[in-house]
């Protein structure tokens, strides 16, 4: 089995995201670490990629190094991850996407719908991959959950509600931590806080379990930090083109919840929850009968849950083995096997869409807006 | 001790309702059982009563009668009970407060807001207890809860997140089921569903805990059975005039939450957890410390969630004696005891109010909207 | 419908079991506190019934008293329950049964097996009823386990395994706390110590559920703090009649578990789990399916789980509620109705005779020997 | 960055424990796979081994090849990985010890005492690492309990109690089915089944957290279902070098348990709980105070558990990590760094040792009986 060939842009010393990715990518073998410009100052990004095994010569000192020197070589990386400020992720993107490489890009895709439309447009063009890293909704049990909904086992779905709340960023006094800091603001945030940074995560489930796309959204956008320019906790209403109502709460205020993502899919037969934090169960009720705990690695399963699951019943897979699961559709997307989940540049500008849309709707009272892109309407 | 004469209307044999008053009336002897008018067929009503232990001239046919029959005895009820259905809370709830009764009235105290103030106008004037029976907050960790949050222990409260969410109308074949029917009936329930049938306690709940009031409101309904002309689930944002941002969901159809009745309270300085399925426990977080167990029975717990515990740690306490520290908590009241948490009429309007705000809101696109009653504007 | 009259010796004033028992007698107002000797000393025993409105005619000084003036009277009391320190039971409980009264003791009914099997002999010559109140075994979803078990809904029974493992005795520094302190001393508690306390209720569980006798046993005690004289830890192994293995464990040394009391049973076709302190939900795995959350309140429960329930599924009964269901039970013994699930008598020598099985075994080295007494050899 | 260089001995296509150790090994980039001798088949083992990415000639038949292959290369395995039958362990094992190999061995490292102890004394010799997989061990949780023990913030411990009991082998008409067969066949499991099998995990993990080793044992060993020839239940009572009681129940026909691997730690001044299922939190609760969850990632762990996680609080990390972090283990103590939790030789003849006393026990009604093996005695 050769390996594809993997590069990264982004994902420095220090940074939460670049050993996420490593570990994703190199667990299961699938790809090697052929090339990385992990830093925008160029002698630590050339060394640290060095000392991460990446030969001298694909060591990059820039993304731009990175893409002249690749785009010509033999051996060319299959893949590049993206994980770089947000503001440079449309950029970089694009100019991969053009030269011909596959991308995954960590959210948000862009900053605009504009961006967004237009990356969705590059990569069809160019007839690359450009998936972006929605990484929970790559859980086998999440697979599971959206397997049982297109399945139609809980029937028609009439109401899908999803929260992703958690409580790190609710010390007022936390104003001048560089890790939460620019969250809430705008220079650097652009339009929307915890909603971008995390509600957004949530949308994309909701999307992606019900099989079906936002259409229109009312929003409640709070600063319960008065200090912060943007929304630390948002409520949003939403409808899917189904007919589907959605709810969704997102919060960086509500301590104690540690992570707080989750997620309840309510059908005309039956029901479904499911919980970031113990990912291996998914909990589901028919219509009339009784509470069931579904478990990774159980008999009859669907596809999907089936094939993203690494070890038996019981033994719990957790978040590195989500985003090793992302690489593994990359792969078999790359390898042109048929693949199904891999969330994709269209994700990408639905969520900026909604980002948008739900700031304009806190703006005017609730208002209820188109959260869809122009090119998807 | 002698114990204080209790009556009820409503509540007949068969009822849910009647039983539990009874139990809660009765369990710690504080009340005996000395009239009721327990059935719109007064034959049955009488027969039922005296059954019941209610001497036969104290067992009457009609609430209109034990009215004329009570109010000139000497050894009249100290409290009636009114269990009837909704629409004649407000007739019977202002004729025995006219006529010098305590009253404890099942939610919703009444149809219309007009009504409501009428009733809180009448309690004042008459110088009686009028309570309404929003159970779930006697609780005693509910208290406690409240108590944290009034001595600060949480810090100013930013955010309260309350859901009443439960699945057991999610049957779409239950349109002729006689407990599922009415509620979605706008002749028989009034201008809401869900919203006023169970949200209505997670709305009192978040004013009972925050000890706030709420100020204004944005709702978005959805019937989403589509044969019900009324919601069956809502989504109300909401702000308290302390400034607390609310988030309140409510659903019929959320198949598989049994109860679904929970709040999450959220200060500047930690946070606090509770669910109805698992009322002994509180969940407490400092800001920056680890997520604490509060048990009911455990030292050092605020003295209203010390009075309304009757066995030890970890006995788990439910539903009935949560019934029950309502009419403690009258009894006392009665007697000219200090008392703090008794629902009042005032609750009773603020809720007729916010469910007729939601309603408006929802009508016009989550506009907000003043959720109070004029009466506190 | 006439109450049935009911009395109390102890459960005195400050005490945890009288408030416990006159709310499960009086709770669904099937007795009335007719009579009362409550506490050992004469003039404070009858003030306090007095208060809790027995007449001053049998708010009586003592037992002995009681005897006396309730054998003779007409309207004698149908029912006594025996609250007094442990090893005064036998003697009242004797004294009772022979003059023929209805009895409920607390546990254990006696300090020895002879005295037990005495008690056993008594009752069955007088043809009264004698209660032992284990009353765990009243919880609905404990009655459904047994009926599961009984109608072969998890095949035969393998295996049980039981813990009442709670760390309220945990502080060494306690040795003095009066109501820590009689546990551990052999001439207050007897031969055994949390075996005794707690560890019988765990063990009057197994052979509640399993429907089985306990037939041999092996013990291992320890003294985890040392200056006790009793065991404060325990393990206990055990065969059943039908076969059945069985493993119990009893701790009041284990910091953090508040109440620890749960079952498992294990069959030939499925598995069910219950926990003391979540007494409202039972879990239920059939072999080769997935584990299923049942509720109290759901549909098709067995007989036992619904007759014993009073309000609606996801509103819990807790504690108190249990109590009330063994009076419940011995109202309809007293009333000549079908009654099933009573601790018994013969319930009560059979513990006893575990518990000194239980002591013998752990001193010789965990030898196995026979629980059972000797007139059920 | 160098890679260290990694063999394997075993798991062949298809089977569970291959691609765990492949997973553990490679995922942080600390080893490179090698060399292989992956299956009893040697053309089916060396195909199997390049398909991995392992190069023709370090691709092997047999491990007596690879040894012969390997031991005269510059450029030799710094590790070898044993998971072959585990009647094969100990001859491997000692092959490559004396050649200078550092190992590690799947449990049981050997089928008698007296191979353990030969492995030890042959791993002291050599200088060389002979690690056992005990990699539960491993969860960075687990490794803060360790901490906590050892600093003393439980106080001395009093009480371990620690349970392995699964229900995936509760059904009597698996007999045939191979994945359980073998498990009950003495000709190939040994003198015990379920305590060898998951049982030793228990004892080991008893040991670990406490860092302290089980001296005395009394055991209870059940075959219930009944064609079984080695026990599937057992119950060990131990006592510890430090005094400290232990009980550990393990059982494989617990249906409706799906892992059921966890621990309870009680000791003068706390308890601390962790699970399996759940290995991301770490239940503690001081004496006299509340329980707290503690989170991996959260801030002020011990060492070990902060060097072994990977992603940010609330992000679970599952079984695949917690065999990786043996890995790292592994590498420290390869490079010569500092390394503390790795699960020795000592751990693995200790656990055979444990072995063999529970089922002499068991056979003896029970009898206490010395559980370490001679050379420690």
Redesign the interface.
């Known amino acids: 089995?050769t390996?594809l060939k993997w590069g990264m842009i982004g994902g420095g010393e220090g940074s939460?995201i670049g050993?996420?990715h490593?570990?994703g990518a190199?667990?299961?073998?699938l790809f090697e670490?052929a090339a990385g410009a992990l830093d925008h100052r160029p002698e630590i990004g050339r060394e640290y990629a060095q000392?991460?095994?990446v030969s001298a010569d694909r060591a990059y000192g820039s993304w731009q190094e990175m893409l002249a020197g690749e785009k010509d070589r033999d051996d060319r990386i299959d893949l590049v991850t993206i994980a770089t400020p947000n503001a440079t992720h449309y950029e970089i993107a694009k100019a991969f996407l053009e030269a011909g490489f596959n991308v995954l890009c960590e959210k948000p895709m862009t900053m605009t719908v504009e961006e967004g439309e237009d990356i969705v447009r590059v990569a069809e063009a160019s007839g690359n991959i450009c998936a972006v890293n929605y990484c929970y909704s790559a859980y086998p049990m999440v697979r599971q959950a959206r397997a049982m909904v297109r399945a139609g086992e809980?029937g028609k779905v009439?109401?899908v509600?999803t929260n992703f709340?958690?409580?790190?960023h609710?010390?007022?006094g936390d104003a001048d931590n560089p890790r939460v800091r620019w969250r809430y603001d705008p220079s650097v945030a652009g339009v929307s806080g915890q909603f971008a940074d995390c509600g957004i995560h949530a949308m994309h489930m909701a999307s992606f379990v019900c099989d079906d796309d936002v259409e229109t959204l009312?929003a409640?956008f709070?600063s319960?930090?008065k200090s912060r320019k943007l929304e630390d906790?948002a409520?949003v209403?939403f409808r899917m083109s189904g007919g589907t109502?959605g709810?969704l709460?997102t919060?960086s205020?509500?301590?104690?919840?540690?992570?707080?993502f989750e997620f309840?899919v309510?059908?005309?037969t039956?029901?479904?929850?499911w919980h970031?934090?113990?990912?291996?169960q998914l909990?589901?009720?028919?219509?009339?009968g009784?509470?069931?705990?579904?478990?990774k690695g159980?008999?009859g399963l669907h596809g999907d849950a089936i094939r993203l699951s690494?070890?038996?019943?019981?033994?719990?897979?957790?978040?590195?083995?989500a985003v090793a699961n992302i690489y593994c559709d990359l792969a078999d997307a790359i390898l042109g096997r048929e693949t199904d989940g891999l969330p994709s540049a269209s994700d990408g500008v639905r969520s900026m869409s909604a980002v948008h849309a739900a700031v304009a709707s806190a703006k005017a009272?609730?208002?209820?807006l188109d959260a869809r892109p122009p090119m998807f309407r």
């Open positions: 089995m390996k939460q050993p996420a490593r570990l190199l667990a299961d073998g670490f000392r991460l095994g809980i009439r109401l509600v709340s958690h409580g790190h609710g010390d007022a009312s409640d709070a319960t930090i906790d409520m209403n109502v709810r709460w919060s205020v509500a301590i104690g919840r540690q992570h707080g309840q309510f059908g005309e039956g029901g479904l929850r970031a934090e113990q990912p291996n909990i589901y009720t028919p219509l009339g009784r509470t069931q705990i579904m478990e159980e008999g690494r070890v038996a019943i019981a033994h719990p897979e957790g978040f590195p083995m009272g609730g208002q209820w």
